[in-house]
């Protein structure tokens, strides 16, 4: 029973143009919400965190919208250039400092020159 | 700059022998989990410590699979023994996880994953 949903496997964007990755949650009880990104071969790296009091996060060319009624969030990248090409991988953890973070299974982003 | 190493790794063995996992936090970190990545599953969490101490290992097969951290700056996934179906690539993240902060918290650092052991079991 996967906690944390992305429909999306794959995606391709055109270079200058807007990527956007997206993300679903289950569970009520998540306080935050994590990008990372991850290349071939190696580990996933953090790239922008959300808190549930905060509906946007923006850090560059990357901004995370967090809509919690729909258990919704999003990742948008603008404008997208090819060294974006990764998986990209949405995280959440709950409140308490027991609380794991959990990914899901990932979408993996294609820009094309 | 700091970062999380792993050993080795690349792992081939055959079915049914021990595979043992190494993992090195960054210096500092009170928090170690243990990922495996799946095509099927994605980034699917087995095991965490905090302050070396296990908190959740609910996501191992208990049969086969063991995790400890003798210090804290070791922390090791063991499989005994070993299946074909164990094939995927390991990670181990760390972070400084500060008391009453949710684990992704932006008052806490961001986990930071080694490289991963690529284990392929034949």
């Known amino acids: 029973d996967q906690q944390v949903k992305q429909n999306s496997p794959s995606l391709s964007v055109q270079e200058g143009r807007i990527s956007i990755l997206n993300c679903d949650y289950t569970?009520?009880?998540?306080?935050?919400f994590l990008w990372y990104k991850k290349y071939p071969a190696e580990g996933p790296t953090f790239l922008i965190s959300?808190?549930?009091?905060?509906d946007k996060n923006e850090d560059g060319r990357f901004t995370v919208f967090l809509n919690k009624s729909a258990k919704h969030l999003s990742l948008h990248i603008v404008p997208s250039q090819p060294g974006d090409s990764a998986v990209y991988f949405c995280?959440?953890?709950?409140?308490?400092?027991?609380?794991?973070?959990?990914f899901g299974p990932g979408t993996s982003l294609s820009v094309i020159p | 700059d700091a970062r999380v190493t792993q050993t080795p790794r690349h792992k081939v063995t055959e079915m049914g022998q021990e595979v043992t996992m190494r993992c090195q936090p960054i210096?500092?970190?009170?928090?170690v989990f243990w990922y495996r990545q799946t095509m099927m599953q994605g980034l699917e969490l087995l095991a965490y410590f905090r302050n070396r101490a296990p908190l959740d290992d609910s996501g191992m097969p208990k049969d086969r699979f063991s995790a400890e951290m003798p210090d804290a700056t070791l922390a090791t996934l063991k499989i005994q023994p070993s299946e074909p179906r164990d094939s995927a690539v390991y990670f181990c993240?760390?972070?400084?996880?500060?008391?009453?902060?949710?684990?992704?918290?932006?008052?806490?650092?961001?986990?930071?994953f080694g490289n991963g052991t690529r284990l392929t079991v034949t």
């Open positions: 995280a959440a953890s709950g409140k308490t400092s027991y609380d794991k973070v959990i």
């Open positions: 959300i808190s549930s009091i905060k």
């Open positions: 210096l500092g970190h009170n928090t």
């Open positions: 993240a760390s972070g400084l996880v500060l008391s009453g902060r949710g684990a992704g918290s932006s008052y806490n650092s961001p986990l930071h």
């Open positions: 569970n009520s009880m998540f306080d935050y």
